[in-house]
T-cell receptor
Framework: DQQVKQNSPSLSVQEGRISILNCDYT??????FLWYKKYPAEGPTFLIS?????DKNEDGRFTVFLNKSAKHLSLHIVPSQPGDSAVYFC?????????????FGQGTILTVHP | DSGVTQTPKHLITATGQRVTLRCSPR?????VYWYQQSLDQGLQFLIQ???????AKGNILERFSAQQFPDLHSELNLSSLELGDSALYFC???????????????FGEGSWLTVV
């Protein structure tokens, strides 16, 4: 049972344009969501998070949108840069004593072309 | 640099052996989490410790165990190793154990375990 799904295995974008990475979840108990960037054989690097009480959070070039009714979140990167090329994971969790027990999606490979 | 330190970075060992992976969380973080990333399973939560106590368990095998010491560093012990245990093992840490504020969990660079 895959509770967090990233349906696009890969995404290719031109430098300067917007990258939109999508994530769907099924567990309505999830109340916070995070995006990580990862290079092969390295640890995930935290990018941005959002709690279920919000529908948008911005940090520089990164914006995360949460649509609770659709159980969907997205990460927007504007403008995209070649250095953004990596695997992007969304992750979800519940608060309380299970905080930090994240469920990860399978990842989306982002390639930003110069 | 996330501030989470893991050792060793790479480890090759034989089937049936036992290894210990070590993690130092970010300064001040009380919670430590262990994750496994294998080729076919993606990133999977194994176990969480908060200030020395086990807090949550995921799909951790009985052959695996972990602990968190008074200085907050943690060790993941993997015994009776099988070929299928070959994976990247990540440690992560966060300052709190619950709540919605500051939902940030930082990962280390991982320990790459190869069982031959």
């Amino acid at each position: 049972d895959q509770q967090v799904k990233q349906n696009s295995p890969s995404l290719s974008v031109q430098e300067g344009r917007i990258s939109i990475l999508n994530c769907d979840y099924t567990n309505s108990m999830f109340d916070y969501f995070l995006w990580y960037k990862k290079y092969p054989a390295e640890g995930p690097t935290f990018l941005i998070s959002i709690s279920s009480i919000k529908d948008k959070n911005e940090d520089g070039r990164f914006t995360v949108f949460l649509n609770k009714s659709a159980k969907h979140l997205s990460l927007h990167i504007v403008p995209s840069q070649p250095g953004d090329s990596a695997v992007y994971f969304c992750a979800s969790g519940t608060g309380g004593t299970s905080y930090g027990k994240l469920t990860f999606g399978q990842g989306t490979i982002l390639t930003v072309h110069p | 640099d996330s501030g989470v330190t893991q050792t060793p970075k790479h480890l090759i060992t034989a089937t049936g052996q036992r290894v210990t992976l070590r993690c130092s969380p970010r300064s001040g973080d009380l919670s430590v989490y262990w994750y496994q990333q294998s080729l076919d399973q993606g990133l999977q939560f194994l176990i969480q410790y908060y200030n020395g106590e086990e807090r949550a368990k995921g799909n951790i095998l009985e052959r695996f165990s972990a602990q968190q010491f008074p200085d907050l560093h943690s060790e993941l012990n993997l015994s009776s190793l099988e070929l299928g245990d070959s994976a990247l093992y990540f440690c992560a840490s966060s300052p709190q154990s619950s709540g919605l504020s500051g939902n940030t969990i930082y990962f280390g660079e991982g320990s790459w375990l190869t069982v031959v």
